[in-house]
C-alpha cells in the first residue's frame, strides 16, 4: 500500500499538523481561517465532489481528504451552510480509511481528526462509532458523548439549524442557549 499522499494532501497535512495546533484548531479565529482559506480552498472548491474512492489511496491520502472536507470547510464558510456541504464526503472516506485498517497507521491526533466527522455527524450509527472511537483513542471522549447526546435527543444539531435554514424547537433553543453549540 502506497503510503504517499498527492501534493495538496502532503501540505494540508503539514499545515494542519506541523503549523498548526490545539489552540488553531479548537479556537482558531480570523487570523486562521484566513490561512486555511488561501491555502486550501481551491482545493477543497476542485474536489468536493468527487467520490470518496478516489481519496481512498492510502491512509495519508485518506486523510488529508478528510481534513479538507471536514475542517477546512467549517474554518472558510463560517455561519454558512457550505461549513457542512462535505460532511458526506468526509464521513464515507472515514468509514473507508476505518474499514480498511487504515486509523493504525496515524499518530492519536491524527485519529482524532479522521474521527471527527462522526463527531459532526447527525446519523446515530456514525455518533455510536464516534463514542467506541474516542474511547479506545483516549481522548476528546467528553466532546463525543455530549455530541452524542445531541444527536440522540434531537436528532440533529441545533445550533445548526438557524445557518441551515431549519426551525429549531423550543427544546433545541434551551439547549443552544444552556451552551450545547461547540
Known amino acids: 500500500m502506497s503510503m504517499v499522499a498527492r501534493p495538496w494532501?502532503?501540505?494540508?497535512?503539514?499545515?494542519?499538523?506541523?503549523?498548526?495546533?490545539?489552540?488553531?484548531?479548537?479556537r482558531g479565529g480570523s487570523h486562521v481561517d484566513a490561512a486555511i482559506e488561501r491555502r486550501f480552498a481551491r482545493y477543497w472548491n476542485m474536489l468536493h465532489r468527487r467520490p470518496?474512492?478516489?481519496?481512498?489511496?492510502?491512509?495519508?491520502?485518506?486523510?488529508?481528504?478528510?481534513?479538507?472536507?471536514?475542517?477546512?470547510?467549517?474554518?472558510?464558510?463560517?455561519?454558512?451552510?457550505?461549513?457542512?456541504?462535505?460532511?458526506?464526503?468526509?464521513?464515507?472516506?472515514?468509514?473507508?480509511?476505518?474499514?480498511?485498517?487504515?486509523d493504525a497507521h496515524l499518530n492519536r491526533k491524527q485519529r482524532q481528526f479522521l474521527y471527527m466527522p462522526l463527531m459532526h455527524s447527525e446519523d446515530i450509527r456514525d455518533q455510536e462509532?464516534?463514542?467506541?472511537?474516542?474511547?479506545?483513542?483516549?481522548?476528546?471522549?467528553?466532546?463525543?458523548?455530549?455530541?452524542?447526546?445531541?444527536?440522540a435527543r434531537f436528532g440533529r444539531f441545533p445550533h445548526r439549524n438557524d445557518v441551515l435554514g431549519r426551525r429549531s424547537t423550543a427544546a433545541e433553543k434551551r439547549a443552544v442557549e444552556a451552551g450545547f453549540s461547540w
Open 9 to 26: 494532501a502532503a501540505q494540508l497535512l503539514h499545515f494542519w499538523f506541523h503549523e498548526l495546533g490545539p489552540r488553531d484548531w479548537f
Open 52 to 102: 470518496a474512492a478516489e481519496f481512498l489511496s492510502s491512509p495519508r491520502m485518506a486523510l488529508g481528504a478528510v481534513v479538507l472536507f471536514d475542517q477546512v470547510p467549517r474554518n472558510i464558510f463560517r455561519d454558512d451552510p457550505r461549513a457542512f456541504s462535505s460532511d458526506g464526503l468526509a464521513r464515507a472516506i472515514t468509514h473507508g480509511e476505518i474499514a480498511r485498517g487504515w
Open 129 to 151: 462509532l464516534s463514542l467506541r472511537a474516542f474511547a479506545a483513542l483516549g481522548t476528546s471522549l467528553d466532546y463525543a458523548r455530549s455530541h452524542h447526546r445531541m444527536i
